[in-house]
């Protein structure tokens, strides 16, 4: 086990290298400079070759990858085109809400798409089986956008129940700590604080959710209905366990493995889909940022947003295959 | 859908850009079967015409990653050595990208536009299909009648074309109905951030993306294109499924 995590963080550390290079270099790329686009209104060009020097821009580009590689180590991402504020800080700041998003609408995924998946798994060919079935087919079929809006006008325009976008009541003064407002919430017992954040969690959790769900429901199905037709589980009913028994002790433990799989690989999905959503619903996170930053030319603002998704998303992978052994101890990692 | 892409032309009953601004946000009518928004302009001739760059923006990135990817991962599977361990690199670097956030980097470096959204949606599924390849051919390669090919004497190129190519095309087939059915949702999704087609250009991503704009005062705009793009998709991945269990019962739940 040392041995194989050893080889994956490795591995982990060396696609991260790759991944440095593409968007550095693919940022470099571009054509237009983006000084040209940030000192508009310097007419001076004396100036301009000042700040191109300030930000590096005059040396080579291998040369300003490495550095850029170095400082990216220390944690330092250099500074904004725009607001020349330190990107990390912008990262800093922006992270907790992609977290907090990501981790809510995981709950929701997995919470949904089980109970969705096991029920119609256990009684096959039910109305309900058929029913879950076509609601899950539509729900992988729905851009995350486009159900995020219908939610939105159903229940923020038209039911007036839940805020349009963002993230806190700004009305509403609150110091945060971890940065996750549920949880600082919680610890410093602020029932009204948790009430304004789920208010506004809401929505972008339930859609990135049933988004996770819809494939979950499909997966547990087909993967429950296999493990019912096992000999373990006639076993098991011919010694008279109750439906729930074989259910909880038998078919569930072998329907885990692909449940887990699938929801890391979802992963990916959810990340790229809290993206779109975070736009959508005006959610301070690492997505809207990296959308700004497209949209503004940002560079280092992009290169750091799109690097640190990815290490997310490359941490988490590693995370699941680790979870997968300990569901499954057949399963030798090697 | 792909029959009303196709004829979108004769069957839109108005110029779907054309402004009208004195039957602006029309509630729908018999004239205007959906109504019109804030510009005057049909909406169901806007969704009619908009089938056109939202089918053809996916149906040629999904193209573009076919024919890379396969032919990547095939020469990678069947020869195997270094061919495929440096492109299977490349391959695993592009993996290390969640999908939309590959294809948004792209979108970043070439810009906003039809033509690199297609590049930008076709290069990040490049790997769906460079793996799948690569896995079918190293199969075949050892099946018995490949193997019986080059004994014969036949070369490489000829068993490749004749013996191994042939029987990828169904698992590459049921692949790309997914992909589109995965494209459409990035391409629009895309385009809904405003870095696809752009507005005016009727295309239901842009639509949706506009509908934002009347969710008060007319939010069954936002339906429409919504209801067009889940069909759509839904229609894909239905034919995905049919497509596997025709080929092979055994083989479900195989893709992702």
């Not at chain 1, 180590?73 to 990107?87: E, H, M, W």
């Not at chain 1, 887990?260 to 993206?275: K, Y």
């Not at chain 1, 290169?303 to 569901?327: E, K, P, R």
């Not at chain 2, 079918?136 to 000829?158: M, N, P």
Request: hydrophobic letters at 55%.
């Amino acid at each position: 086990m040392g041995a194989y995590l050893l080889r994956r963080l490795v591995q982990l550390v060396i696609s991260l290298l790759a991944v440095s290079a593409v968007v550095f270099f693919a940022v470099r790329l571009v054509p237009g400079d983006p000084i040209g686009i940030a000192a508009e209104t310097v007419r001076e060009t004396s100036e301009v070759e000042r700040i191109r020097r300030a930000f590096g821009l005059d040396r080579p580009v291998v040369e300003q990858y490495v550095s850029f590689l170095a400082a990216a180590i220390r944690g330092d991402f250099g500074r904004s085109y725009f607001s020349n504020a330190p990107v990390a800080d912008q990262l800093l700041a922006r992270l907790p809400a992609t977290i907090e998003l990501a981790l809510a609408a995981t709950l929701v995924g997995l919470s949904v798409g089980l109970v969705t998946g096991l029920v119609p798994g256990l009684r096959p060919h039910s109305w309900l089986d058929t029913s879950t079935q076509v609601v899950g087919l539509t729900g992988i079929s729905i851009p995350p956008f486009v159900l995020g809006l219908i939610l939105m006008s159903i229940f923020s325009v038209q039911l007036q129940w839940l805020p349009v976008g963002g993230r806190f009541d700004a009305a509403q003064p609150f110091d945060l700590r971890t940065g996750l407002y549920l949880v600082d919430a919680l610890a410093a017992r602020r029932l009204d604080v948790l009430a304004t954040a789920l208010r506004y969690l809401a929505l972008p959790a339930v859609t990135l959710g049933l988004f996770v769900a819809a494939f979950l429901t499909r997966i547990t199905r087909g993967t429950v209905l296999e493990a019912t037709r096992q000999d373990y589980t006639r076993t098991a009913r011919a010694k008279g366990l109750s439906e729930s028994a074989i259910v909880l002790r038998h078919a569930l433990p072998n329907a885990l493995p692909p449940i887990v799989t699938v929801t890391g690989l979802q992963f990916g999905s959810l990340l790229g889909g809290a993206v779109i959503i975070e736009t959508v619903f005006s959610w301070p996170g690492l997505g809207k940022l990296l959308i700004d930053a497209i949209n503004m030319r940002d560079y280092p603002q992009v290169a750091a947003s799109v690097l640190l998704l990815a290490t997310i998303y490359g941490i988490v992978n590693l995370a699941v295959d680790i979870l997968y052994q300990i569901v499954d101890p057949r399963i030798r990692l090697g | 859908m792909a029959l009303t892409a196709i004829g979108a032309p004769w069957l839109a009953p108005y110029d779907p850009v054309k402004q009208r601004v004195a039957e602006r946000l029309a509630r729908p009518s018999v004239g205007h079967p959906f109504g019109t928004d804030d510009f005057g302009r049909d909406v169901l001739s806007r969704l009619i015409v908009g089938a056109r760059p939202t089918l053809l923006t996916a149906a040629l990135s999904v193209l573009i990653a076919c024919l890379i990817g396969s032919s990547v991962g095939t020469i990678a599977g069947y020869f195997g050595g270094r061919i495929e361990s440096v492109s299977m690199m490349f391959i695993d670097i592009m993996l290390s990208f969640p999908l939309v956030l590959l294809a948004l980097l792209i979108v970043a470096v070439l810009g906003a536009g039809l033509v690199n959204l297609i590049l930008a949606v076709g290069i990040s599924q490049i790997p769906l299909f460079a793996r799948l390849a690569r896995s079918l051919a190293l199969t075949l390669r050892s099946r018995e009648y490949v193997v019986a090919g080059l004994s014969l004497g036949a070369g490489q190129l000829r068993v490749l074309r004749r013996h191994v190519v042939p029987n990828m095309l169904g698992p590459i087939g049921v692949q790309a109905t997914t992909t589109m059915a995965l494209a459409i949702v990035t391409t629009s999704s895309l385009s809904f951030l405003g870095f696809g087609i752009q507005p005016p250009a009727p295309d239901w991503g842009v639509m949706v993306f506009e509908a934002r704009r009347f969710l008060f005062d007319r939010p069954d705009i936002l339906l429409y294109p919504a209801i067009a793009i889940v069909v759509t998709v839904i229609s894909l991945n239905v034919l995905t499924d049919s497509l596997l269990r025709l080929l092979d019962p055994t083989a479900r739940g195989m893709l992702a």
